[in-house]
């Protein structure tokens, strides 16, 4: 049987969210559910699959379901397409399986032509709005079909307006917007050289082809790689019967949250926008409504409004967020989603959700975007700098967060500010899509126009910024590159703090403080740190990472990298002594003063980790990093060796390597200068007899780990190093103190020889930065150069270094746990690279059954959750 491309919204559901989108899905299950939706189909993701393999057409098999079900839904709805008594208009909309609002386009009043707007003028005696529907067609054709550009029609609106001495597009008359369709269609045959289709047939294949190519348009594919989305999912496209906001004062349409996307708090919150269509609520062009207004308005909508809310939250257990329409004071639903939220939002939907008896501990974990946390990690402002500061201007408080930062005005500043390292403010008076990626370089976001359903909005709080939408005080100088607020001229580069919880807009830098895991977010911890099973370590190198980390629930260290502990002034000196030594007794000698300051961190750290396990990473770079390049410092330390300059720099060139990373470095230098391992052990033993001497409830374990090896012999030459010096430590303590010995694994080959690595290692810990950048062979360091080419070709949709390889790297490490666990099975094995904290990679540490991950500090509570999805 033929491949069926098409479903009638009654023939799907909300579980046919990949064939059919979750637009598609989601109207399909509100037709069953018996609400109140304009009827149509949808055409589903692999049809769109399906044309990108047929190089960009719709192929006749899908042609001839999509005419087959034009005359279905002409069946169904009594109307049909040109027709010159009843005619059938309709929208095309996108529609994929992650919701990406905004991100690809959408074309409403489809069907109408010269004929057929003549035809509605008459028989609904309302000739303004006809004519404005076909205006609005000519436009969104244009712009999505034709790529003429949205610019030339606003330019156009903008001129009719002026000539006419109106503000707004609603005080245009069926005369005026009848004259800007045709200025439209010529400005159409202009640019196109072909004239305007009438044919709504010919209408609706080139919209549709156009939905499915704007799957692949440059704002779409920076928010599916932000947002995990596969380019392979395609998206679905719908075409739906027109419903009418724009007929008169009887009608409008709306946006609406079941509850309240920025805190969570139940109660209906949206907007309502009369005579209007479409984008207009959410666009901008007009003030609209709150949605409470809308009860005393149209009661009879309203009333049947707050109906559907309370059967599709019941039905959806979880915030809905939707588009509906009032034609003629009856009610449409347009589409239905689980709504996008912040951070904090989500968290307190999901523990009313459990207190509310509609959702389970484990449900409510499931329904927290880990990703997500990040915002409520970060500084917020200090309350009491904040209570002394008086705010310039008051906003919507659209996406909450503390932001403070020099101001731009475009994206693009923002961008290239943002890569300068400054910290900037994006003030504009609306953002639009194109806006994205500088929206993504700020610290937050500030519009004068829009609501909290404003594109701003949306999007921000999608991307866990903050933003302060609608300050209508702020007069603004775009042009110019400067506003004005509170009678104070700000120029480019001004400091200003926005609070996007109270939408409170202050002059200059609020101070901020770090923020603490209570309330709702401790609530959802605490039920994932019951179901999960992976443990959760930190990266850290200080003893201030260390507490900040525990403080995040991290149950240990997974990587303290100790050459961040030779940096300081005093230290780098003896350090560098240490590498420009001639002999074996020379080097011990700056060892010796080298030693004090390794044993006080390690103490401090074990001391910060209060008996929960610490692992300490020998020295791991390249010794030129260390070497000295400033004459000064030169000197300095010729003097202190009692060498000549010359014999100093003679020393530094011969560290010299054409390839660092690849060169003289991790346990190679402990082969080579065992000095150094031995140096190191003696402090982390030292450390831990002290420690474990002070606190007897606390067991003291030092994990010692050495970096890099490739090799069982190798590793267990310098195992055997380490294992002599610490034993001898231990014994002339006359302490009993128990130690592991084990190794990263950054190198294909220790992986490949796992079985024989595990014989010499009490645990193996993957170090996926190296281990990846070994395995592609793509320098970490420079691979940024290319990989944008990677990106643009669909050669890779995710950068490897932040989202684990599993098909390769991870083909390693599951070999490598393979090979070493029956060769040693106390072997403990955990993951220490940035992968330690995404989402998607701890999921498959549980998989492979890794113990632990480790990460930075920040990262622990991303972690912990992700870890706790990956167990329900
Ligand atoms: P997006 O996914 O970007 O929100 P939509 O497909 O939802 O795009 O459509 C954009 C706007 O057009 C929305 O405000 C929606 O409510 C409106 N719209 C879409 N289809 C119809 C329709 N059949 N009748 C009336 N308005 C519609
Ligand atoms: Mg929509
Ligand atoms: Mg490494």
Redesign the pocket.
Known sequence: MANKWVYLFSEGNANMRELLGG?GANLAEMTGLGLPV?QGFTITTEACTQYYEDGREINDEIQGQINEYIVKMEEITGKKFGDKENPLL??V???ARASM??M?D?I?NLGLNETVVNTIAEKSGNARWAWDCYRRFIQMYSDVVMEVGKKYFEELIDKMKADRGVQQDVELTADDLKELAAQFKAEYKEKIGEDFPDDPKEQLMGAIKAVFRSWDNPRANVYRRDNDIPYSWGTAVNV??????NMGDDCG?G?AFTRDPATGEKKLMGEFLKNA???D?VAGVRTPMPIAQMEQEFPEAFADFVKVCETLENHYRDMQDM?F?VENRKL?M??TRNGKRTAQAALQIACDLVDEGMRTEEEAVAMIDPRNLDTLLHPQFDAAALKAATPAGKGLGASPGAACGKVVFTADDAVEWNAKGEKVVLVRLETSPEDITGMKASQGILTVRGGMTSHAAVVARGMGTCCVSGCGDIAMDEANKKFTLAGKEYHEGDYISIDGSTGNIYDGIIPTVDATIAGTFGRIMGWADKYRTLKVRTNADTPADAKKARELGAEGIGLCRTEHMFFEEDRIAAFREMICSDTVEEREAALEKILPYQQGDFEALYEALEGNPVTIRFLDPPLHEFVPTEEDDIKKLADAQGKTVEEIKTIISSLHEFNPMMGHRGLRLAVTYPEIAKMQTKAVIRAAINVQKKHNDWTVKPEIMIPLSCDAKELKYVKDIVVATADAEIAAAGVELEYQVGTMIEIPRAALTADEIAKQADFFCFGTNDLTQMTYGFSRDDAGKFLDAYYDAKIFENDPFAKLDQVGVGKLMEMAIKLGKPVNPNLHVGICGEHGGDPSSVEFCHKIGLDYVSCSPFRVPIARLAAAQAAI
């Open positions: 637009k304009p309709v929208s909309r996108s529609g609002p905004g690809m959408t409403l739906q019967s027109m419903a009418f906001g349409t946006v269509q479409g984008e609520v588009e329409t449409y347009l589409q």
